[in-house]
């Protein structure tokens, strides 16, 4: 029972610093979970009430990613739209383009293949098709908008990076693990072909 007992104390541990709780009162932790194991004590908080302030608690984090995630995208296309190779457009999408193509120019209504590369802002890989070796064929209109207008820009044989503000990418719902609400993402996109 001892081992078994630590054992769980390590997955509850890993399983809220998972959950981003790295500052928690052990010694409250420990004495909330102490009054609950044994019979008959009284806890110093009713289950409502405790489950109000742990869901205070993680609204207030939720608020707190969704505003320092926006204010660290713009901050970024902000001083990266200074950048002499940098074209900003008005919808806030930016690109550079680091290979010109000469092909032709996707609609939306078409399917293309591409080789891509997805980073965060501190340069965290969360999707590449580069990294995979296996390009990806899509229709254009079925990707995040930033997508969606620079692809019916680019001519095939092209290769452009693309600086995508969060409105434009996955929003506040934010997508997978990686991809935090309100997050800007830098795509390293090539056009290779328009599907028939």
Not at 76 to 86: C, S, Y
Not at 110 to 121: A, E, I, N, P, S
Not at 180 to 189: G, Q, R, Y
Request: proline fraction near 4%; hydrophobic fraction near 40%; glycine fraction near 8%.
């Amino acid at each position: 029972m001892d081992k078994l007992s630590y054992a769980l104390g390590m997955s509850m541990a890993s399983s809220l610093l998972q959950s981003g709780l790295t500052d928690i009162d052990v010694e409250s932790f420990a004495q909330a979970f102490k009054e609950m194991m044994v019979n008959g004590a009284s806890p110093a908080m009713s289950p409502q009430e405790a489950d109000q302030v742990i869901r205070a608690y993680f609204e207030k984090k939720q608020k707190e990613m969704l505003t320092n995630n926006l204010k660290a995208g713009r901050e970024f296309l902000a001083e990266n739209a200074k950048r002499e190779k940098v074209i900003s457009l008005s919808s806030g999408l930016q690109y550079e383009i680091l290979k010109e193509g000469s092909g032709e120019k996707p609609k939306a209504t078409d399917k293309v293949k591409c080789h891509y590369h997805g980073t965060l802002l501190d340069g965290t890989v969360f999707d590449s098709s580069v990294q995979r070796g296996q390009p990806a064929i899509f229709g254009v209109n079925q990707v995040i908008q930033g997508w969606v207008e620079a692809l019916q820009m680019m001519p095939v044989g092209s290769k452009w990076r693309l600086y995508i503000p969060s409105e434009l990418a996955y929003g506040e719902r934010g997508a997978g693990k990686d991809i935090e609400p309100n997050s800007t993402l830098i795509f390293d996109v090539e056009l290779l072909s328009i599907e028939a």
